[in-house]
T-cell receptor, first 115, second 112 residues
Framework: GAGVSQSPRYKVAKRGQDVALRCDPI?????LFWYQQALGQGPEFLTY????????KSGLPSDRFFAERPEGSVSTLKIQRTQQEDSAVYLC?????????????FGDGTRLSIL | GDSVTQMEGPVTLSEEAFLTINCTYT??????LFWYVQYPGEGLQLLLK?????DKGSNKGFEATYRKETTSFHLEKGSVQVSDSAVYFC???????????FGTGTRLKVLA
């Protein structure tokens, strides 16, 4: 079946521009996660949705970062007034349930470069 | 707080060599443990998992055993192939939570 789909694969923006990154989770998956992966590092948690409810946004680095999942399926991560330090790969993951022992399935990521 | 420590890479091996990638963790409870693999230009793929002490996860010839006494989850493979070249991430998730905590990753390069 289809996996987690992210778009665009690559995004280049000028400092100060707003960007929107899209995630299409596996159909029927309740939980959706966003991670930020800096070059040479492991992914770091940004935010978590259970259906349409954003239950944890503790990892969002600043109020310039905003995520939504209005209908409990597709999610968008928006970054306003981008800065160079926002350059990273943004990974989306989904899982069937909401507990940690269920594996998360990752998309291929969006590589964001801020000039 | 919870953390995962992986051995530094890159690890360079010849084809058919034995592989060990060390992973140790710090957690307050009884986490689930995972190994993910990331091929160039791709997202993370689950390789194997273990949810309780002494469990052994295995997949595609890779194995890892959940050792609570040493807080470790080392990844092993008896005979690596060139196609195993990738970055390997160890991760944990605390019981009752959903958040994954990842190590920094270990790059494996297998030479023909």
């Amino acid at each position: 079946g289809a996996g987690v789909s992210q778009s665009p694969r690559y995004k280049v923006a000028k400092r100060g521009q707003d960007v929107a990154l899209r995630c299409d989770p596996i159909s029927g998956h309740v939980s959706l996660f966003w991670y930020q992966q800096a070059l040479g590092q492991g992914p770091e948690f940004l935010t978590y949705f259970q259906n349409e409810a954003q239950l944890d946004k503790s990892g969002l680095p600043s109020d310039r970062f905003f995520a939504e999942r209005p209908e409990g399926s597709v999610s968008t991560l928006k970054i306003q007034r981008t800065q160079q330090e926002d350059s990273a790969v943004y990974l989306c993951a989904s899982s069937l349930g909401g507990t940690g022992n269920q594996p998360q399935h990752f998309g291929d990521g969006t590589r964001l470069s801020i000039l | 707080g919870d953390s995962v420590t992986q051995m530094e890479g890159p690890v360079t091996l010849s084809e058919e060599a034995f592989l060990t990638i060390n992973c140790t963790y710090t957690a307050t409870g009884y986490p689930s443990l995972f190994w993910y693999v990331q091929y160039p230009g791709e997202g993370l793929q689950l390789l194997l998992k273990a949810t309780k002490a002494d469990d052994k996860g295995s997949n595609k010839g890779f194995e890892a055993t959940y050792r609570k006494e040493t807080t470790s989850f080392h990844l092993e493979k008896g005979s690596v192939q060139v196609s195993d070249s990738a970055v390997y991430f160890c991760a944990l998730s605390e019981t009752g939570t959903y958040k994954y905590i990842f190590g920094t990753g270990t790059r494996l390069k297998v030479l023909a």
